[in-house]
């Protein structure tokens, strides 16, 4: 099997929300945003906008029927600004017209007076300032303060780690539909439809069972869509509504960019100490996340931040300070990774540092580090196996590791104007939403008369292939060909209460549940076809669409056995329900269980510099990943693939460009670099580990979505190493991400 979209999205057939036809008399909507960052608002005249051929309505946060604040953590964030302003590009109005041109047209001539109030944009400021969404909290391991006296070595540093735009393809959008009795029909492009529908409820004070979300596939998510695609959709939802009349909102690119939130960035305080031997005794670090406007996910982010701050390394004696810092910017949200990457980057800084001094082999600190079955992390969560370090070792040996080294060393010496480098990156990622009450999947799925099947899930196609996935698992499990199974939108009709398509365990949860649904169906079918076989339902199997007696085939059909089954009155429908066992954590404690299991790899990455321009190659990539049993391996090759691209443009090519004013400059795909294919390694090699089933995934799978992000880290220490080898680098604050231009910068200090 392959991606089940591929033919439609390569022949642009894949439809999204706007490419369905519109309904008869449908309006659009667009965003006013705020000209600046931080104000009172004196006034807003709307009139001209109002005045503008084809502009039906304008609406601010007055128009509001229900609660206008909303919030997935606190409720603290207004859907239309409510007299002040927090971020430029905040929305103040909604202008709703006959067609997109005249909407935009009303927004132009929106006019607003603000009183200008200090932005700050820089998250230590905020902290110094008082201005935070949360305490900060401190989380500790061991005795660390007693620990540094037994430390050999001991250093410490700063962090300047930048944030990244999500750029999914599909920007956010929403179609709201009113019918009858009050009700709304809403498609949005969001990997949240519970989490819609129930903001929709709530700002227009409706019951949820008024509101239906619909979801067909989005053009990428990333988490970008997690928890900011709501505003949208309430917004094409309070036209609808208000108006009655069917509204659509399809953000532009400047707009998207503006107007919503992206991967954190972190100022980091690290002190780290070290025995004779190198052994780390002791890591502190402090976390300062630039958490923007309003909450909205910056505390499990943080939270996540934190449980993955040591990685894949047993550190004894931890200290972890973290604070979500309140900032003039937009809220910054869930992003591939969710806060884990931010963790897992100080740390690699630290031991990079303290290999340097040692004058030893990064990888040698890294392997002796490494953490092994039985150790208990910070959080107090036990590793149960040591598939971390097959990784490791398999890399190492897989890929010829010692050899390349020479390579690499030989290449140096031989070459005065261009330096190569190279990198590994472990990565130990634990899957599960760490608010445990997230962890749980539906699946509905329908056999019909004619041997067909559908399959509907709470899991949301974003391009990750879970429908893919979903179609996999009823295909196994039933016994019948792929070709016969469709997977529906995602529906909140369809399925209540669907947790958001996130924390890499869309394909988990709602695999497993699809399981249960098949095995329910099953049950009754082999029920019928013991009778009719004239044996016991246990000798009952299905495959390749043949009912088996034992291993022998009978003349009994799928197709034949689904009409006697419907026949004979037996249930070809179900609903099945998962949520992983043996979970837990408190987050105030921040102790628990909180993962299912770990997803595990590492990575190796090669790059040249050159040192004239400061341009660089990414030449090689070498994955060796923890996969379980794969369900679909061109699939779970392409999440591999990609979340290593996205990692790699976090730490090299992708730097978002705020002014001092708080305004984003790269607004566009002019000024913001995202790696192309061009950008990749040729030499890109992934190796699955074997034998290596995880009996917590459905079908012995891993959750495979978020950890490789992670091995793209490798890429901003392979590059360091190749400058290194041309001159040192001497900084105060490490930054990151390490683009050609902060590249020449390092090989020339003190030239501007
Ligand atoms: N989303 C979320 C996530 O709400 N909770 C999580 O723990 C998480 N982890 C990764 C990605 N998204
Ligand atoms: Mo995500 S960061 O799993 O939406």
């Not at 390569?10 to 036809?21: I, K, L």
């Not at 036209?239 to 707009?255: C, E, G, H, K, S």
């Not at 088996?548 to 004979?568: G, H, I, R």
């Amino acid at each position: 099997m392959r991606h089940c979209d591929s033919p439609l999205h390569v022949t642009g057939r894949s439809e999204y929300v706007d490419d369905v036809t519109p309904p008869a008399g449908m309006l659009h909507a667009a965003v006013f945003g705020s000209p600046i960052a931080h104000g009172n608002i004196k006034s807003l005249d709307t009139s001209a906008a109002m005045e503008t051929p084809g502009v039906v309505a304008v609406f601010t946060i007055s128009d509001i029927p229900g609660n206008p604040y909303f919030g997935a953590i606190i409720a603290d964030e207004p859907l239309l600004a409510d007299k002040k302003v927090f971020f430029h590009g905040q929305p103040i109005a909604l202008v709703v017209a006959e067609s997109y041109e005249a909407a935009r047209k009303g927004v132009a001539a929106c006019q607003v007076k603000i009183e200008s109030l200090p932005a700050i944009t820089c998250p230590r400021e905020a902290f110094e300032k008082g201005e935070t969404h949360q305490e900060l909290r401190v989380f500790e391991k061991g005795e660390i303060d007693a620990a540094w006296d037994k430390c050999a070595t001991v250093l410490e540093g700063a962090i300047d780690l930048a944030g990244q735009e999500h750029l999914y393809l599909e920007t956010n959008r929403a179609r709201a539909i009113p019918a009858e009795d009050g009700q709304l029909r809403v498609f949005s492009s969001t990997q949240s439809p519970t989490a819609t529908q129930k903001t929709i409820a709530h700002i227009l004070g409706l019951p949820m069972n008024k509101v239906e979300v619909d979801v067909k596939r989005l053009g990428g998510g990333f988490g970008g869509k997690e928890d900011q695609a709501t505003h949208w959709a309430c917004m094409a939802s309070l036209a609808a509504f208000i108006l009655q009349r069917p509204t659509q909102l399809v953000l532009n690119r400047v707009d998207d960019m503006q107007m919503t939130g992206k991967r954190h960035p972190y100022k980091q305080d690290y002190k780290i100490g070290l025995d004779e031997e190198g052994r780390i005794l002791a890591y502190e670090v402090s976390h300062y996340q630039n958490s923007g406007a309003f909450m909205d996910l910056s505390n499990p982010v943080l939270e996540r931040t934190c449980l993955h701050s040591t990685n894949a390394y047993a550190i004894p004696n931890v200290r972890i300070r973290a604070v979500p810092c309140k900032t003039n910017l937009p809220s910054n949200t869930a992003y591939r990774g969710f806060g884990g990457p931010q963790g897992m980057f100080a740390l690699e800084v630290a031991i990079e540092k303290a290999a340097n001094k040692l004058g030893v082999p990064t990888e040698q600190l890294q392997e002796l580090n490494l953490a092994r079955k039985g150790y208990v992390f910070p959080y107090g969560q036990e590793l149960g196996d040591d598939r971390l370090h097959r990784t490791w070792e398999e890399a190492k040996e897989h890929f010829d590791l010692e050899a390349r080294r020479c390579q690499v060393e030989k290449f140096n010496a031989a070459n005065s104007l261009q330096k190569k480098g190279y990198a590994l990156m472990p990565v130990c990622f634990g899957i599960s939403f760490t608010k445990t009450f997230l962890n749980q999947g539906s699946s509905l799925v329908h056999i019909y008369t004619d041997g067909t099947v559908s399959v509907t899930t709470g899991g949301i196609e974003m391009g990750q292939g879970i429908s893919s996935n979903m179609i996999a698992i009823c295909s196994r499990i039933l016994g019948i060909s792929p070709t016969r199974i469709r997977c529906n939108s995602t529906n909140t009709s369809r399925i209540a209460n669907i947790s958001p398509s996130a924390a890499s365990a869309t394909s988990d949860l709602n695999g497993n549940a699809t399981i249960i649904a098949c095995q329910e169906i099953l049950k009754g079918m082999y029920k019928v076809a013991a009778k009719e076989l004239k044996c016991e339902p246990d000798q009952i199997s299905i495959k390749d669409g043949i009912v088996f007696v034992d291993a022998e085939a009978s003349n009994l059909d799928w197709n034949t056995l689904v009409l006697k089954s419907y026949f004979s009155r037996v249930q070809l429908m179900a609903h099945g329900f998962y949520a992983p066992p043996n979970i837990n954590f408190d987050p105030i404690a921040g102790w628990g269980r909180p993962f299912h299991y770990y997803t595990y790899g590492t990575c190796y990455i090669e790059t040249t510099v050159d040192c004239i321009r400061g341009s660089y190659t990414i030449d090689s990539a070498k994955i060796v990943h923890d996969l379980g049993r794969g369900i679909i391996p061109t699939v779970d090759l392409g999440q591999v693939e990609g979340g290593l691209a996205q990692g790699i443009g976090w730490v090299t090519l992708e730097e978002l460009a705020f002014s001092d004013e708080g305004r984003l400059l790269s607004n566009a795909l002019s000024t913001y670099k995202c790696p192309d294919g061009e950008f990749l390694p040729d030499d890109m090699e992934v190796k699955f580990l074997e034998n290596a089933d995880n009996p917590g995934g459905p079908l012995g799978s891993k959750a495979v979505g978020e950890p490789p992000f992670m091995y793209g880290i490798a890429a901003y220490f392979a590059l360091r190493r190749a400058i290194e080898s041309f001159t040192p680098i001497n900084e105060t604050e490490t930054y990151s991400p390490l683009t050609p231009e902060q590249a020449l910068l390092s090989l020339y200090p003190g030239s501007v």
